[in-house]
């Protein structure tokens, strides 16, 4: 039972800083990122090679990368968040292109479409399709904690990055360039017209969402000590996307809340429930759930749970860094926009 | 010589099931201007119903042809009930293409709970072998040839030389405007709903045959060629969807003769990117000015 809380209390970290991150990109800046999973991949794959250590030194599960080697501690954590960040360099500029938004949302498939498929079918690349496996647990060796306390540690650890990206998140949604990102979304050519340069403040958000993307990545593998193209088909990518919008689009505390109910709730609890009818089912089922969970949330409810508020009192007044933790008082403009993404 | 033959071979009867599926997406497209990402699922569904018949003694054709009928049906229900309420609220084309996701996701998952995930094997006579000009096709494969030759001549003679064609173009060009003139858009948009299901589920019952397997993703595995021929032609430029479709089989299947074939998908894929990135009208649209949704 401890062991099935810890292993959700760290799911919900990574859902919760995904969703974030999803959020920064889309909710503040309105890039419509459908390749959000891959930037979590890249830095799950860069946190397994900077902890795995050379290929050649025969492992006994025979697997084949490219290059490894063995870092202390914190570095894979951060090798993860610098993967995401270089991913986001490059895959930027291409999506940055003014075009209709469900063309973006489809080249961003296509992309990562293509990278799955380029991690699968070249196997001395990340070990092709059967993935990484048997990444070391970080200071394991030198805690000397029983395996369940490990956990917790490790669920403690995770919660302060996830606080820290969460109250990140937050200061960068309430501060100018926040504001300059909402109003680059709301009015393109407006925020032009005020000698906004659209294409670096997006590509800005663009890389620090892929950072944080990274970040997730590394602290799921560093935790579950394995990572294969199956973990990150491009279908995860709209779980995370259902949060946003579940949570309300620009708003994080609504990105807390709708990592929870759709990525713990939905889909992480039932895996520890007993099975029902043949196996596969209860995964049919969860997806259609969230099939039908898109369509009712955009016809009912398409501001989310919490909807999108700024506050501008606390705009640009950055006291300390606790202050954007604490919900700040709620008014000022909300977004005009009755369909998402546009 | 004969390799490259073989593969203009293969690429023929790909671009025949090719063809009829990018028709029917591309005649949707350009009417309701929404990117339907569904249409992949309900590929699978014509054929999964088309498989279920066949394997209780109904002669393949026929169960092609119900397949086929049934998601024309579901195609319009779909345009009717979903498509129609988010448009009617102003969904725009990001959140419609969302909705499609959403929709189809359903379906897939739906099928696959009801199927158990299974790969079923078509189990009736391929038929005999005939050479033609040094390729070589069985029975089944001229017969999916023939079925795109006749919904390529049919769909081109009913867009440009009937009264039903002028509609449906006016009506995809603009819809006020052509309402205005007297058309009736909303059976034309049913109409167009029917067709585009029709053509969709027939694509997938010829496709499933041409594998000789079926499980719920295949037309999920599929929708990027549809995607790309799609794109590259340009929205609602019908016929040239079908030409488009021809030149990337053609690509396709000499490109994996030569030894890229575990890379099939991907060429289809990086077209796909390159297209979107570079020229994303494509080449024969002339409705890609349009930005508002209509279903």
């Known amino acids: ?342 | 010589m004969h390799i490259f033959l073989s593969a203009v071979g293969f690429a023929i009867v790909d671009a025949a099931i090719l063809s009829i599926v990018s028709m029917g997406f591309s005649l949707q497209f350009g009417m309701t201007n929404v990117l339907n990402l569904a249409f992949g699922p309900l590929m699978s569904l014509g054929a999964l119903i088309a498989f279920y018949l066949n394997e209780n003694g109904v002669f393949i054709w026929y169960a092609a042809l119900i397949g086929a009928l049934a998601v024309g049906l579901t195609s319009l229900f779909l345009g009717q009930t979903i498509f129609r309420t988010f448009a009617r609220k102003g969904s725009r084309l990001f959140e419609m293409a969302i909705v499609s996701i959403a929709v189809g996701l359903v379906i897939d998952n739906a099928m696959a709970a009801i199927t158990h995930s299974t790969t079923y094997q078509f189990n009736f006579p391929l038929g005999s072998n005939h050479d033609i000009g040094g390729m070589t096709f069985t029975t089944t494969e001229l017969i999916i040839i023939l079925i795109a030759a006749v919904t390529i001549a049919s769909l081109e003679y009913v867009l440009h030389r009937t009264r039903l064609g002028v509609a449906i173009r006016a009506s995809s060009a603009n819809a006020n405007l052509a309402l205005a003139s007297g058309i009736r858009t909303e059976r034309v948009l049913k109409l167009t709903w029917i067709i585009s299901g029709v053509l969709c589920g027939l694509g997938g019952v010829v496709l499933a045959i041409s594998y000789m397997s079926i499980n719920y993703t295949t037309g999920d595995t599929y929708l990027p060629y549809v995607l790309t021929a799609v794109i590259v032609a340009g929205i609602g430029a019908i016929g040239y969807a079908a030409i488009a479709a021809f030149i990337l089989s053609l690509v396709v299947e000499v490109a994996g003769a030569y030894g890229a074939a575990a890379y099939n998908i991907m060429i289809a894929i990086g077209i796909l990117l390159i297209m979107l990135l570079v020229r994303p009208r494509g080449f024969f649209s002339e409705l890609w000015e349009r930005v508002e949704v209509t279903a």
């Open chain 1, 1 to 342: 039972m401890t062991f099935y809380l810890s292993t959700l209390a760290v799911y919900f970290v990574v859902y919760a800083l995904g969703t974030l991150s999803l959020n920064l990109q889309f909710g503040l800046g309105g890039i419509v990122n459908f390749a959000l999973i891959i930037f979590e991949a890249a830095g799950a794959y860069a946190a397994s090679l900077t902890s795995l250590g050379p290929s050649a030194q025969g492992l006994s599960n025979g697997q084949r990368y490219f290059w490894g080697i063995s870092l202390a501690f914190p570095l894979p954590l951060i090798a993860a968040g610098l993967a995401g960040g270089l991913l986001a360099l490059v895959i930027g500029p291409a999506t940055m292109r003014k075009m209709r938004r469900d063309y973006q949302a489809a080249a961003m498939l296509a992309v990562a479409l293509i990278v799955g498929q380029v991690v699968t079918n070249a196997p001395g690349f990340l070990n092709g399709g059967a993935g990484l496996s048997g990444v070391p647990q970080p200071l394991y060796s030198n805690l000397h904690l029983s395996l369940s306390s490990y956990d917790w540690a490790y669920v403690g650890w995770a919660t302060l990055l996830g606080v820290l990206g969460y109250g990140f998140c937050r200061w960068i949604s309430m501060s100018p360039f926040g504001r300059t990102l909402r109003a680059i979304r709301d009015d393109e050519d407006a925020a032009s017209a005020v000698g906004k340069n659209q294409w670096g403040v997006r590509m800005q958000v663009f890389i620090i969402g892929g950072v944080i993307a990274g970040v997730t990545g590394g602290i799921l593998v560093e935790f579950i000590g394995a990572w294969s193209p199956s973990a990150w088909s491009y279908q995860e990518t709209f779980v995370l996307l259902q949060a946003v919008i579940l949570g309300g689009v620009g708003n994080e505390r609504g990105s807390l809340v709708g990592a929870f109910l759709v990525g713990i709730v939905l889909l992480e609890a039932p895996t520890f429930l007993p099975a029902i009818g043949y196996p596969g089912l209860i995964d049919s089922v969860q997806w259609m759930i969230i099939g039908l969970g898109y369509i009712l949330i955009l016809w009912m409810r398409p501001q989310g749970l919490l909807r999108e508020r700024v506050d501008l009192r606390l705009a640009g007044d950055g006291r300390n860094i606790f202050s954007y933790l604490r919900p700040g008082r709620l008014r000022g403009a909300q977004s005009a926009n009755t369909s998402i993404g546009e």
